[in-house]
């Protein structure tokens, strides 16, 4: 025991060592550099090393998981017992990093332990003891809920979207655990630390309140801690990836870097990217990055923290590609988790033709149509029912403009996309697909990808599940097996109001929007005539979605573009151009972020079922904001004199 003891002292003192000084005047005292070197599983493995070699980090943080992601892990799980997590994580970071993170001191937390935390324990003990790197691992498990599948069916557990009943079987079921779990294992000397299912932004907070020591009640560290990760948790959608004015960064995307955030104390942090790296960090890109996949921005809900991010304030500093962020506010947390569970229904294929020459569009509909038909007398033979759901457009037509399209193209792409309950149906339908090819209409020049291929639909079902029924297991190992293991006991009944899932998109009926923030007309533009120009001369707009809704963030380019985006870009409008791709039930609702000059627009059940449930191109709504840029609005003639607007 005393060996252990000295080397555990021996292991602090050189991350003391390592744990940064101030890099900026504005955070006071100790500082903490956290780097997300992934977005999703899959992104790229030049963002670890990157951060690791190049950004003076004390903490990697990776975040691999989707709903549809564990849906995939579950399966691979079913057929082969030891997998089930993200094999990148071990070689594409762990291994070829391993020697330079133990030399640097950095830590590492990643929810790369999908449906499978065990085992990725044990491939990463195997991977360490091999290369004799003395890096120790710890676990946060507790968020899979499939032993109690028979329960929560029994007990009539209902979806919170649309209040669907619970599904006969289901593919993956689990909570999204918050961050004290992470700190718990973090301050147990744990130097790789893996997770099954949590909330991306917990990534970065459990560091955080590891390192400052903030309690459960700290509300407004918590959610300021709970903002940070939530800007790095898409890696560098904050550096310039996917930002509206996306010329600035584009000479630069192969070598973009991935953000970091310094942290104080107080609350206080600064987003940034490192040295020598393409990509940009500023207002506009962190401001967009603020605005994506939220709903109600006074009242985004997470396992440890209510979070108010309307008062949100940035500030681009003298240091280049760094903006400090402050005025987040917390409130108590609610009682119930949120609890993603995925389920089989029916298989989906899509095929993808080019389409060249005159009235390419009606050819695309009329092929589709045909191909279609042939199929369906293909099913009468076999006495299979006819599609579920059909879906059909021709890309580059400007279909999913609906109204608002302009005119089509000579040169398509035909994309059709249909599910049925039978794979073998769909196996029929895609040996009708090539035949067009000699068969149908001129101008037909390939099959991308070959014969249609029919994979599963998994369909997400959501709901909350008490804290207190939840065992949070947190454990540390070192080669011979666990030396430590705690469960976490459940957070005190909340006295918040709030008792929603994490960060849904289902949000409580928002407060009239008042004006962000008094908009004077500059002497100059009231020189300029009034004109009908695209939204995108007046803001910065990104989109990203939540299951079945979608959610767009349009923010104010300078202060003098806020009163004309309050007055003429109003749930209703937006609700009218989106009509073509809304439902019956869809609501369309806009949220006022005074702090940045933002406004927040949720569009509910308006992605057609969102991920792979989905049959149309854009199944997650990540085009919504190009789309809303092109609105016409009443606007002066020349861009305001303010800002940098685009034409």
Not at 122 to 139: K, N, P
Not at 151 to 157: D, K, S, T
Not at 212 to 223: E, K, P, V
Request: with cysteine; proline share 6%; charged share 20%.
């Amino acid at each position: 025991m005393w060996t252990r003891t000295f080397f555990d002292r021996a292991r602090l003192l050189h991350r003391s060592k390592c744990i940064s000084t101030r890099s900026y005047s504005c955070l006071k005292g100790k500082t903490v550099r956290i780097g997300c070197a992934s977005g999703f599983w899959g992104d790229t493995p030049q963002a670890a090393p990157q951060l690791v070699r190049q950004g003076k980090i004390n903490y990697l943080v990776l975040d691999y998981l989707s709903e549809i992601t564990m849906s995939l892990m579950a399966a691979v799980k079913k057929k082969k017992p030891d997998l089930g997590y993200a094999p990148d994580f071990l070689a594409a970071v762990i291994k070829p990093l391993q020697h330079a993170i133990k030399e640097k001191g950095i830590r590492v937390v990643a929810n790369a332990g999908g449906v499978n935390p065990a085992a990725c324990v044990v491939a990463l003990q195997h991977l360490l003891s091999e290369s004799g790197v003395d890096l120790r691992v710890g676990a946060v498990t507790g968020d899979d809920l499939m032993e109690q599948e028979a329960y929560l069916r029994e007990q009539g557990v209902c979806d919170i979207s649309n209040g669907d009943p619970f599904p006969d079987s289901v593919q993956s079921m689990n909570a999204y655990l918050g961050a004290r779990g992470i700190a718990t294992v973090l301050s147990e000397g744990a130097d790789i630390v893996v997770t099954g299912r949590c909330v991306d932004s917990a990534l970065a907070l459990g560091p955080l309140i590891h390192e400052f020591g903030w309690g459960s009640s700290d509300y407004n560290h918590l959610a300021s801690g709970s903002l940070a990760g939530h800007l790095i948790e898409c890696g560098a959608q904050s550096t310039g990836g996917i930002m509206t004015d996306w010329k600035q960064s584009a000479d630069s995307w192969s070598t973009i870097g991935f953000p970091v955030v310094e942290c104080a104390a107080d609350g206080k942090f600064v987003v940034t990217k490192p040295e020598d790296t393409g990509g940009v960090v500023s207002r506009c890109t962190v401001a967009e990055q603020l605005v994506y996949e939220i709903g109600d921005p006074r009242n985004y809900l997470l396992p440890d923290v209510a979070c108010d991010f309307s008062n949100v304030n940035l500030k681009e500093l003298p240091e280049p590609h760094s903006v400090l962020v402050e005025g987040v506010r917390g409130k108590a947390p609610p009682d119930t988790l949120k609890v993603s569970a995925t389920y089989m229904d029916g298989y989906r294929a899509t095929v993808v033709s080019p389409m060249i020459g005159p009235r390419a569009v009606q050819k695309v509909h009329s092929m589709c149509n045909s191909q279609l038909d042939r199929a369906r007398q293909v099913f009468k033979k076999f006495k299979l029912d006819d599609f579920s759901h059909v879906h059909i457009q021709a890309l580059g037509a400007e279909e999913s403009y609906g109204k608002n399209a302009n005119d089509s193209s000579r040169e398509v792409v035909q994309w059709l996309a249909v599910r049925h309950k039978k794979k073998e149906a769909l196996e029929l339908f895609a040996r009708e697909i090539a035949a067009a090819g000699t068969g149908m209409a001129p101008g037909c020049t390939a099959l991308v990808g070959g014969r249609p291929k029919p994979t599963p639909v998994f369909r997400l079902f959501s709901f909350l599940y008490p804290k207190s029924r939840i065992e949070e297991l947190c454990s540390v190992y070192d080669q011979t097996g666990p030396i430590f293991q705690k469960v976490l006991e459940s957070s005190p009944p909340s006295s918040s109001p709030s008792s929603s899932s994490e960060s849904t998109m289902e949000v409580p009926e928002p407060e009239p929007v008042k004006d962000a923030r008094p908009a004077p007309v500059c002497s100059l533009i009231k020189q300029q005539g009034v004109a009908e120009v695209r939204l995108e001369r007046y803001a910065y707009l990104r989109s990203g979605d939540k299951g079945d809704s979608a959610n767009i963030g349009v923010v104010a380019r300078c202060d003098q573009c806020i009163s004309v985006i309050d007055q003429q870009v109003t749930a209703d409008v937006v609700a009218q151009y989106f009509s073509h791709l809304l439902t019956p039930e869809s609501k369309v609702e806009r949220y006022s972020l005074p702090g940045i000059g933002a406004f927040n627009f949720v569009l509910t059940h308006s992605l057609g079922g969102g991920g792979v449930t989905s049959l149309r191109p854009d199944p997650q709504g990540k085009g919504y904001a190009q789309m809303l840029a092109d609105l016409r609005i009443s606007g002066y003639s020349s861009p305001c004199c303010h800002c940098k607007a685009t034409a």
